[in-house]
Structures are given as C-alpha cells and as structure tokens.
C-alpha cells in the first residue's frame, strides 16, 4: 500500500528562522513521483516541486529547498529565513507511474510564522 | 485569467436544495479532478475526468454527481445532501502523460455550508 506521512502537524517559528517541514513515504513500486504543495489562507493548492523516484538530486529554489533520500525514503522540505507570507498548510504527496489518476496526500503541516 | 477557477467560492445551502459547483481550466489539460477537503482529514479524491475515462472513488455518495461537457469544464452536481458534507471541495487539473497523473493545478476551491 502507499502511504505518505507528515508526521508534524503545526510548526510555529520566528521569522528568518529556518524551519524543515519532514515527509515520508511508503511504496512498493520503483518508478514514482514526489510533490510539494502550499495551501495559503486563500485556499488553492501551489505545486512547489516534483521529483521523480530516479532522480535523487537535492534541489534548491531562492529560500526553499528539498532533500529526497531513498534509503529513508524520505523527501523533506526546507524553508531558509522564513517569511510571514509562507505561514501556510504544506502538503507531500506520492502519485505512482502505474497509479492511474491517484495521487496522495500526507495529512499536511500548518506553519506559523510570526513577525 | 488564472489557471484554474471556480465558482461559486461560497455556498450555504439547505439539505433539500439542489446546486451545483463549476470549474474552468485555462491550461490545456487533459485530466481534470474533484477533491473534497473537510477539517481534519486528508484530502479525498471524488471524481476524475479524462479524455479516456471516467474515474470515482467509490466511497462517495450518490448524492454528489459530477458532469464534464468538455476537456475545460467541470461540474459537480449536489442534491440532499447532509450537513457532514459541509467542506471545502477543490477542482484541479493536470496533464496526463503516460501512466502518471503530473502535477495538480488547483482552484481556489468552493466552500459548502450545508444546514
């Protein structure tokens, strides 16, 4: 079964603070696809960031960055000098080469930043 | 005009009514996807149209139906429903290629309120 785990629920931090927001995932097959998603107060989901099971490499993009590891089969994210506006709900999810059209969702992190 | 929009983005209704929600994409997609975000809980895969196939969990009741005239519309169709239906319900599209579903595009979402 696949399975994806967002073991934090809430993460309140200061700003310019750094804060890494932690995800595992479970499955079995070889070929998959990790995702990121931020869901504002405004309420749509933003994809973030996509890896594919093959490609190992970490990622940086300006303040955000993403460590996968297939040995702990993980794919955590972290935010660098954290701003009020990325105070959100962070989702990781797994969709599956073979899966069809299902993707899923960890239960997400809400993340504080105050001022 | 945004990527993804639906509407309306608040409705209160009784559980005798009969609405519906509707949702645009801009993208060129070819998949396109109802989610139901209630507090609490993951988010939950209601329906998915393709060009291919129509896809549901089966766990969702009759009483949500969904209808997509077109690869650019999508509509979910309520009728007596229950106040634990009350939850933000969020469209999303991607491009499917292959086996795997790409990354979601979502909408701001609806938010129902059933009495």
């Known amino acids: 079964a696949q399975k994806v785990t967002q073991a934090q629920t809430e993460i309140s931090v200061v700003e310019k603070e750094d804060v890494t927001l932690d995800c595992v995932y479970e499955t079995r097959d070889t070929t998959y696809y990790l995702f990121w998603y931020k869901q504002p107060p405004s309420g749509e989901l933003v994809f973030l960031i996509r890896r594919n099971s093959f490609d190992e490499q970490n990622e940086i993009s300006g303040r955000y960055s993403w460590n996968f590891q297939k040995s702990t089969s993980s794919f955590n994210f972290t935010i660098t000098a954290s701003q009020v506006v990325d105070s959100a709900v962070y989702f990781c999810?797994?969709?599956?080469?073979?899966?069809?059209?299902?993707?899923?969702f960890g239960a997400g992190t809400r993340l504080f930043v105050k001022a | 005009e945004t990527g993804v929009t639906q509407t309306p983005r608040h409705l209160v209704m009784g559980m005798t009514n009969k609405k519906s929600l509707k949702c645009e994409q801009h993208l060129g997609h070819n998949a396109m996807y109802w989610y139901k975000q209630s507090a609490k809980k993951p988010l939950e895969l209601m329906f998915v149209y393709s060009l291919e196939e129509r896809v549901e969990n089966n766990s969702v009741p009759s009483r949500f139906s969904p209808e997509c005239p077109n690869s650019s519309h999508l509509f979910l169709h309520l009728h007596t429903l229950q106040p634990e239906d009350s939850a933000l319900y969020l469209c999303a599209s991607s491009q499917k290629t292959g086996g795997n579903t790409g990354e979601l595009f979502f909408g701001e979402g609806s938010r129902l309120t059933v009495l």
């Open positions: 999810a797994l969709s599956l080469n073979t899966g069809g059209f299902k993707t899923i």
